[in-house]
């Protein structure tokens, strides 16, 4: 029997017509912005400071009179500050650790963890996944959001689940295989560590792997990367979006007509807005994404600016799904490099990389200010068939790389061709930028 090309978990909440969904949102919306005022000290503070009321809010139009809220408001209030309900009622606690700064603690009501349960479900099933899959998950079981997050969300569609958790990369190949795995659930650069290790056993993904799809996300990656891991693993990569802050992994996810990621908006308000004024952008028109969390009980968040440059789009999906989609993630606001003025974003370097069938997807960049000009340095492995042609044919790649990647940045950079495994792997959230002007 043919399958359903586009199956819904949701069809009651995912189709609803935009009308009733906004109707909901604003109520929702009204009852988050209650909830923060009368329960998390901070928001009476930052609601007094903007001149508003809970009361104010009376249409979605009056949301941007609303203050904006950001990383740092969380850090303030470290570890359980922002949270809305005594400790006694949080059954789950997860956190980030940032680069700097402390770490962001997100809790979770028993109520909180089954509408995380309902909105991996509807990724799940967005994908394709159902009753008889046997999930390979493979991201970072612990206070990371990825692994418990893809768990809980099995268990609901009724699938079986692998809690394999990173690492061990050999070891995942066998179980993949002996387990006959159809679903991978990790981040994109593990998804190619793990079809490296596949191609070094041997293995045929065709033949020997029974992969249908694979939900990659946690950290960004380009439509290039999907046809690789796509094309090396045998699978359909759907692109899967979240942040710990707002729930984990579950915020959004693609259907099978890759045209953005549907957000689980009945639970999740985004907003588009000008990241230099805080100004709300119109559909369509990219920007920071910012999201007020509407059910969450234990940790509601108000406008809460992610960093996270991207667009939406109102209009109704093919798949049949009228909540709003995101494009994907364009790089973060704050990873956005700026080279001798020029603003330069690691997803543009990621796409010349890729462009060149000479070169394995694994690359780093380096940023340095030798005699204060900044410098850009880019290593790329080259493939063992490159590395085998030897050093002549080594710096002629090399200078096309330069050559495309000045057309693409207008700036100049070095280019390191290394050997084949020459870039250190992942297995978890690929680290592709080292910026050592701050040192
Ligand atoms: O990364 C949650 C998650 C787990 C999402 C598994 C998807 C899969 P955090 O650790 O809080 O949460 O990191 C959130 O990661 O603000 C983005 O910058 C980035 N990110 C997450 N998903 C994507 C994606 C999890 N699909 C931060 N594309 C976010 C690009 C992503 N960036």
Redesign the pocket.
């Known amino acids: 029997m043919a399958r359903k090309k586009y199956l819904i978990w949701n069809e009651e909440i995912e189709t609803m017509p935009r009308k009733e969904l906004q109707k909901l949102q604003l109520k929702r919306f009204q009852e988050t912005v209650e909830r923060v005022y009368n329960k998390v000290p901070f928001y009476k503070k930052l609601f007094k400071d903007a001149g508003v009321k809970p009361a104010d809010l009376k249409s979605m139009e009056d949301v941007a009179k609303f203050p904006l809220t950001v990383k740092q408001d969380l850090r303030n209030n470290y570890p359980f500050g922002p949270f809305a309900t005594p400790l006694e009622e949080v059954s789950q606690i997860h956190a ?1 650790s940032g680069t700097t700064g402390k770490m ?1 603690v997100t809790g979770y009501t028993d109520n909180d963890m089954k509408v995380w349960a309902e909105v991996m479900a509807r990724v799940y099933t967005a994908g394709g996944t159902k009753k008889g899959d046997v999930i390979h998950n493979a ?1 970072g079981y612990g206070l ?3 692994g418990l ?2 768990h809980l969300g099995a268990h609901e569609v009724g699938a079986t689940v692998v809690p394999v958790s990173g690492g061990l990369t050999k070891r995942q190949v066998t179980i993949m295989q002996d387990f006959g795995s159809t679903v991978l ?1 990790c ?2 650069s593990y998804a190619l560590v793990l079809a490296e290790a596949v191609e070094e056993a041997g293995l045929d993904p065709k033949k020997d792997l029974k992969l249908r799809i694979g ?7 380009t439509d290039k990367m999907r046809e690789e891991i796509g094309k090396r693993l045998d699978l359909e990569a759907f ?7 707002i729930i ?5 996810v693609e259907c099978p007509a890759h045209n953005g ?1 549907h957000i689980a908006e009945d639970h999740f308000y985004p907003e588009i807005i000008d990241p230099e004024t805080g100004e709300p952008l119109p559909y369509g028109t990219p920007g920071e ?1 910012v999201f007020t969390t509407l059910t969450k009980e234990a940790f509601p968040l108000m406008r809460y600016r ?3 440059r991207t667009v939406l789009h109102a209009e109704k999906c093919e798949c049949g799904r009228t909540v709003v989609r995101m494009g ?2 364009m790089g ?1 606001t704050d ?1 956005m490099l700026i080279i001798r003025g020029v603003n330069v974003f690691p997803s543009q370097i990621e796409d010349v990389l890729l462009s060149f069938p000479e070169l394995s997807p694994h690359y780093i960049i380096y940023v340095d200010r030798p005699k204060d000009m900044d410098a850009l340095t880019v290593e790329v492995e080259a493939t063992e068939k490159l590395f085998n042609q030897g050093w002549d044919a080594l710096k002629e790649m090399e200078g096309k790389v330069k050559k495309g990647l000045a057309e693409a940045l207008y700036v100049s950079s070095n280019v390191n061709i290394k050997e084949p495994f020459g870039i250190q792997r992942s297995q978890g ?1 690929a680290v592709r930028v080292v910026d050592r002007r701050e040192l």
């Open positions: 980030t962001t991201y990371f959001t990825g997050g893809f659930t981040t994109p939900f990659f996300g946690a950290e960004p990656w692109d899967i979006f979240g942040l710990a802050e984990g992994p579950g915020v959004s990621l994404l992610t960093r996270d994907k993630i973060r990873d959230k």
